[in-house]
């Protein structure tokens, strides 16, 4: 009895003592601090940019905007300055993005400066991509660079784990999302100890870099849309038909994937890629409008703050555009990450249902078809859950965001991912 007691203590002992946590605190703010920085700086050198490229450039020129002519033109000249980049700039801008995902691969430093330049060029110039994969990957590379050289004796597992909880938190505003990230990638690496200690040193650099953007960017992710009131039985079953709906939607792009990135890939050079690419792509947006340019983030709360605006099938043209969009930019070699433009296709379609049927309220159409969207596109069931849910910022609909989940997650559970290997197969 006295044995069983003593064994049963040792499992409850904490795994991490205070002691052995207390050092990772001022790596963790650094990182934090650090990584928040890298993304602001990205994205406001981006944004200033973009400012110029579509409002005082063509006005100068006597060109609309968002004319068609000027959307080719900047897409085109787009892919151009970014294949020039691959192409000549040392480290080609790191792997083909078609093959990493938000895990990133730890990059040599002389890859990150064309990464970075090659990411704010796509930003700026319309491609409807966002920051998170890059700018994720050039985070990491850095910290384990400069973490390794000031700090040898750390453990090297330390900095990568650092960097892109930070990361997710500068980009979200939120350490929730990192520790949900992180808490799914541990679970696939199962190790000795607490979870919470584990998660320590990573919550705290996200919640630094979390507070970091927030200070100085303050970013926004609610859509400001009319809170759900008390769930009724209709609004279940919309939950468990819209979700499913946008899974379904998301996943004939991960299909189509990989064989668009072939075909791209048959041109061999990134001086044709992403030229090409940049031409589908201004034909797209001739389609589907301005709106459907960009990372989405802006044009999402565009679309929000006036749900009325545009009929079903304008949303659902949208919708299916900005998807197209996001399939070609991923596949022709534009540096970017797939989260804000799977948004903008996720609201769209919502409000698609709500003009549909207007029983159907906004948060609910919007938040689970944004869930469905982002569990295709990503396959990060806590990511998609949270994105969902913050979007509306009514803990009403957290419950049927969960069950919604279930149907959509069956339906693309162990089938092909946005992701391919280096042989072009897709990853399941």
Not at 98 to 113: E, I, M, R, S, Y
Not at 115 to 120: D, E, P, S
Not at 189 to 205: C, E, H, N, S, Y
Not at 243 to 262: E, I, K, Q, T, W
Request: glycine content about 10%.
């Amino acid at each position: 009895m006295r044995q069983d007691t003593e064994q049963q203590a040792r499992s409850t002992r904490p795994a991490s003592p205070a002691r052995a946590l207390l050092p990772l605190i001022l790596p963790a703010v650094a990182v934090g601090v650090a990584a928040s920085l890298v993304y602001i700086g990205l994205s406001a050198t981006a944004e200033q940019l973009q400012h110029v490229l579509w409002g005082p450039l063509p006005e100068a020129l006597g060109v609309g905007r968002y004319s068609v002519l000027w959307m080719f033109v900047v897409l085109v000249a787009t892919g151009l300055a970014v294949g020039l980049v691959v192409w000549k700039v040392p480290g080609h801008a790191g792997p083909d993005p078609a093959t990493t995902g938000l895990d990133a691969p730890v990059l040599p430093p002389v890859v990150l400066p064309g990464l970075l330049l090659a990411t704010g060029l796509m930003l700026a110039g319309g491609p409807s991509l966002g920051p998170e994969n890059p700018i994720i990957a050039v985070n990491v590379g850095l910290a384990v660079w400069l973490g390794g050289r000031l700090l040898p004796r750390a453990p090297g597992a330390l900095w990568p784990l650092l960097a892109e909880a930070a990361t997710i938190g500068a980009l979200f505003g939120t350490p929730v999302a990192a520790a949900l990230v992180i808490s799914e990638a541990l679970a696939g690496r199962p190790a000795p100890g607490l979870l919470w200690d584990k998660l320590f040193a990573p919550l705290t650099a996200a919640a630094v870099g979390a507070m970091t953007t927030t200070l100085l960017f303050r970013p926004a992710f609610d859509l400001g849309l009319p809170a759900l009131g008390h769930p009724r039985w209709t609004d279940l079953l919309a939950a468990l038909v819209i979700a499913p709906v946008a899974a379904l939607l998301g996943m004939c792009a991960v299909r189509a994937f990989p064989y668009v990135h072939a075909a791209f890939q048959r041109l061999r050079h990134p001086m044709l890629m992403l030229p090409a690419g940049g031409l589908v792509l201004g034909a797209l947006a001739a389609v589907g409008g301005h709106l459907t340019l960009f990372k989405g983030l802006a044009e999402t709360a565009e679309l929000a703050h006036d749900p009325t605006g545009w009929s079903a099938g304008q949303f659902a043209v949208m919708a299916v555009v900005k998807l197209a969009a996001l399939l070609v930019a991923a596949s022709c070699g534009f540096r970017g990450g797939r989260i804000f433009p799977a948004v903008f296709v996720g609201t769209a379609l919502g409000l698609c249902a709500h003009a549909l049927v207007p029983a159907v309220p906004t948060a609910l159409g919007v938040a689970t078809s944004v869930l469905g969207m982002l569990l295709a596109i990503t396959r990060q069931g806590w990511v998609s859950l949270f994105t969902a849910a913050v979007l509306v910022a009514s803990p009403a609909i957290i419950a049927l965001l969960c069950i919604a989940s279930l149907p959509a997650w069956l339906l693309v559970t162990g089938r092909p991912q946005m992701q391919l290997r280096e042989d072009g197969s897709s990853v399941r």
